[in-house]
């Protein structure tokens, strides 16, 4: 049963460990297909070098399992949420990559300080509070999703303009239009939670990118008229 996604979300969550967004299993990678209404995620604490396309674990948007012989990713409620809240999104990863997740442990949203971050988010990537103690004991990865998904509502967030976020002393969730695409984004969020850490080193009074440049880069490759790479 969905062969090809299964292949396509193992190659994403084989990308973690090859860009360095990983140690051991702190990770996750799914990916959704809408008319099926079936996602595929990876096993729950299974070691990547371990890990082959048939482990992969599908599941329903009840978040049953419908084919698997290992539990799913402890995160699975979170992605779930995800997915019911955000129909443009086609793939979701979770990381506790360490740049990112110092951003997160703080409490901090990462700035926007220059053009690298802009040309993939449209301002600062928010950093979310962390649960409180109902939240946490009641339905922990549930809760983590309703908490995404209901800030970026109340503070009205295109969720594909801001493909990705920080949960406060947790770590990092993105997604984008399938599970590679979901990764590209964990990958750019790691490099300019790094940029930023090292922006505020040099110049402890730095100022975020003016509007109107942050605005140029954005739309120069999302917007309606957007001219960044090469036409299909």
Same mark, same amino acid.
């Given at each position: 049963m969905l062969e090809e996604l299964k292949k396509q979300v193992y190659e994403a969550n084989m990308l973690?460990?090859?860009?360095? +967004?990983?140690?051991?299993?702190?990770?996750? =990678?799914?990916g959704i297909d809408r008319e099926?209404? +079936?996602?595929?995620i990876k096993p729950s604490g299974v070691e990547y070098e371990l890990l082959k396309p048939e482990d992969m674990v599908v599941l329903d948007l009840d978040g049953?399992?419908?084919e698997g012989d290992y539990r799913p990713s402890s995160d699975t409620a979170t992605h779930l949420e995800i997915y019911k809240a955000f129909p443009e999104v086609g793939g979701v990863v979770h990381t506790h990559s360490s740049y990112a997740t110092s951003w997160a442990q703080s409490g901090r949203s990462i700035p926007c300080y220059g053009t690298t971050h802009a040309d993939y988010f449209y301002g600062d990537i928010p950093c979310l509070r962390c649960l409180n103690a109902d939240e946490i004991e009641e339905a922990?990865?549930?809760?983590?999703?309703?908490?995404?998904?209901?800030?970026?509502?109340?503070?009205?967030i295109d969720p594909m303009a801001m493909p990705a976020v920080l949960c406060k002393n947790h770590g990092v969730f993105t997604w984008g239009k399938d599970a590679v695409d979901a990764v590209h984004a964990s990958?750019? =969020?790691e490099e300019v939670a790094k940029m930023a850490?090292?922006?505020?080193?040099?110049?402890?009074? =730095?100022k975020p990118?003016?509007?109107?440049?942050?605005?140029?880069?954005?739309?120069?490759?999302?917007?309606?008229?957007?001219y960044y790479g090469q036409s299909k």
């Open positions: 973690l460990p090859a860009y360095k +967004l990983i140690t051991f299993t702190w990770g996750n =990678v799914s099926k209404e +079936l996602f595929v049953k399992v419908v922990y990865e549930e809760n983590t999703g309703h908490l995404i998904v209901n800030e970026f509502g109340a503070r009205n990958v750019v =969020v850490f090292r922006t505020e080193l040099i110049n402890k009074d =730095v990118a003016p509007q109107e440049l942050q605005d140029k880069h954005y739309y120069r490759k999302h917007g309606a008229n957007a």
